[in-house]
């Protein structure tokens, strides 16, 4: 079975940048993509980032491309997200999640509890 564990949340100041982690346990995941989404209060969730395990090419929301990066560590079998430029807006609980690639789309199957980021202007 899958787990997924994020750490790195917290709050910081407009500005400034943080790294958040995912810890995937439980599989290989060659065949799996792993993703960053996030959940502001009243608000739809959002994808943010995914990062294929195999090759680790990424793709990004339109809101984050250019300030957040997404990567993978396999033999520490993690991924990241290192979110740079913060501002209010990206306030959100973070969740990190996984899924089966079929094609180019995913199953976002696995899911972490979440961590929270607030950005204070």
């Known amino acids: 079975q899958v787990q997924l564990v994020e750490s790195g949340g917290g709050l910081v100041e407009a500005g400034s940048s943080l790294r958040l982690s995912c810890s995937v346990s439980?599989?290989?995941?060659?065949?799996?993509?792993v993703g960053w989404f996030r959940r502001a209060p009243g608000k739809e969730r959002k994808f943010v980032a995914g990062?294929?395990?195999?090759?680790?090419?990424?793709t990004y929301g339109d809101s984050v491309k250019g300030r957040f990066a997404i990567s993978r560590d396999n033999a520490q079998s993690t991924v990241y997200l290192e979110l740079n430029s913060l501002t209010p807006e990206d306030t959100a609980e973070y969740y990190c999640?996984?899924?089966?690639?079929?094609?180019?789309?995913?199953?976002?199957?696995?899911w972490g509890p979440g961590t929270q980021v607030t950005v204070s202007s």
């Open positions: 999640a996984a899924g089966l690639l079929h094609g180019e789309a995913v199953s976002w199957n696995y």
């Open positions: 439980g599989g290989t995941f060659d065949r799996y993509a």
């Open positions: 990062i294929k395990w195999n090759d680790g090419k990424s």
